[in-house]
């Protein structure tokens, strides 16, 4: 059983940053992959980025060159580093973890955070 909780959310200007956290209990962070999605009202998760310690990290197309994932294995934790936010990244943001290999794909994760509010004005 893997409990996760995400922090680090709030209201920026654009070309602001923020870094998101996602405590993990449970499970030592290098037992599974972790990552974080985003979500609008009434949409669907959107994926923005996942980590496996051993075979790497992956990225949306939206999230490359903007925003990093990285863990710190002492804290248990896993962060999510945006750079040069903008309005349309605006959304709520969820940390997941799975057993296997970094994926993109919403249902194959297990593991759910509640989410941290993220709002980027003009």
């Known amino acids: 059983q893997v409990r996760l909780e995400e922090s680090g959310g709030g209201k920026v200007q654009a070309g602001e940053s923020l870094m998101l956290s996602c405590a993990a209990s449970?499970?030592?962070?290098?037992?599974?992959?972790a990552a974080w999605f985003r979500r609008a009202p009434g949409e669907k998760r959107d994926f923005v980025a996942a980590?496996?310690?051993?075979?790497?990290?992956i990225y949306a197309d939206s999230a490359k060159g903007r925003f990093a994932i990285t863990r710190d294995y002492v804290k248990n934790t896993v962060y999510l580093q945006m750079n040069n936010l903008t309005p349309e990244d605006t959304d709520v943001y969820y940390c997941?973890?799975?057993?296997?290999?970094?994926?993109?794909?919403?249902?194959?994760?297990?593991?759910w955070g509640q989410g941290t509010q993220v709002t980027v004005s003009a």
């Open positions: 449970g499970r030592p962070i290098d037992t599974y992959s």
């Open positions: 997941a973890a799975r057993d296997g290999v970094a994926s993109r794909t919403e249902s194959s994760y297990s593991y």
């Open positions: 980590a496996h310690w051993s075979s790497g990290t």
